[in-house]
């Protein structure tokens, strides 16, 4: 975040020496942390502006850990990836800074902190997010009660919309910007045309109750039901009334279909 120096850097490096792990496959300590003190530098360093003292052993390490966390600009941090994560791409700086004095009050309370991000206030002013594919293909099995015997064909158009599973080499993760993955629209769309229409492999949607429906507004308000929660915009209500008037035969699972690819699901 822009607030340590190479110095610090090699501070840190020095407070951490004998920190290792158990490689013995035959003591208790396998795989467990172990500190090596014969490995350990126990002369004094300077963290962050914070003199930890020689002779600390294991602890310059504990003290590293707590000089992080309790720094200013790990709660900046931590409060702009977090609102990201569960927000928005771009939160403000009040916001931010909002945020980040609930870490610093709490401790880092990460449960505080997803409540104060997901609070009703902060929510209605919040701008949709884009979908990455896991989330929009979990999303439409879930709306449309799909049965699924095998995910593997699932996962292949998870692929074929550029999120393979455990796929993303970096440590950071796949990106959560709409810049990213706004380029890959067109398997997008299909995901929920091939899965009404059963085109993916060991995934079902059962249609009866759709077909078995009266008027074309009961069949707008099943999907509104099913596929928005009762939350549909009147701007895609119109237009799926319109596509089943013009299209009478046989398009009601298209109508589902066309919901799945719209805007109001595509964003979340």
């Not at 300077?46 to 600390?56: D, F, N, R, S, Y």
């Amino acid at each position: 975040s822009g607030n340590f120096t190479q110095q610090d850097v090699t501070e840190v490096a020095r407070c951490f020496t004998g920190w290792t792990r158990g490689t013995d496959p035959k003591q208790s300590s396998f795989g467990k942390f172990v500190f090596d003190a014969s490995a350990h530098d126990n002369n004094s360093k300077i963290v962050l502006g914070h003199v930890i003292a020689a002779g600390g052993g294991v602890t310059d390490g504990d003290q590293v850990l707590s000089i992080l966390a309790t720094h200013p600009g790990t709660a900046q941090h931590i409060a702009v990836k977090m609102l990201q994560w569960l927000l928005c791409e771009n939160p403000s700086d009040a916001l931010v800074g909002q945020i980040a004095q609930v870490y610093t009050r709490t401790g880092g309370d990460i449960k505080m902190l997803i409540r104060a991000i997901l609070s009703p206030a902060t929510l209605q002013g919040a701008p949709a997010k884009f979908k990455r594919p896991l989330h929009l293909a979990a999303s439409g099995l879930r709306a449309t009660s799909a049965s699924v015997s095998k995910v593997d064909f699932v996962r292949g158009r998870l692929e074929g919309m550029g999120q393979t599973l455990f796929g993303w080499s970096p440590p950071n993760g796949y990106p959560d910007t709409q810049a990213y993955w706004a380029a890959a629209m067109l398997p997008r769309w299909n995901f929920g045309m091939d899965l009404l229409f059963g085109q993916i492999a060991h995934a079902y949607v059962d249609c009866g109750a759709l077909m078995a429906a009266k008027t074309i507004s009961d069949v707008v308000q099943m999907i509104n039901t099913g596929i928005f929660a009762g939350e549909i915009s009147g701007a895609l209500a119109s237009s799926l009334t319109a596509f089943l008037i013009q299209n009478p035969k046989d398009a009601r699972v298209s109508a589902v279909a066309l919901a799945l690819a719209s805007p109001d699901f595509q964003w979340y």
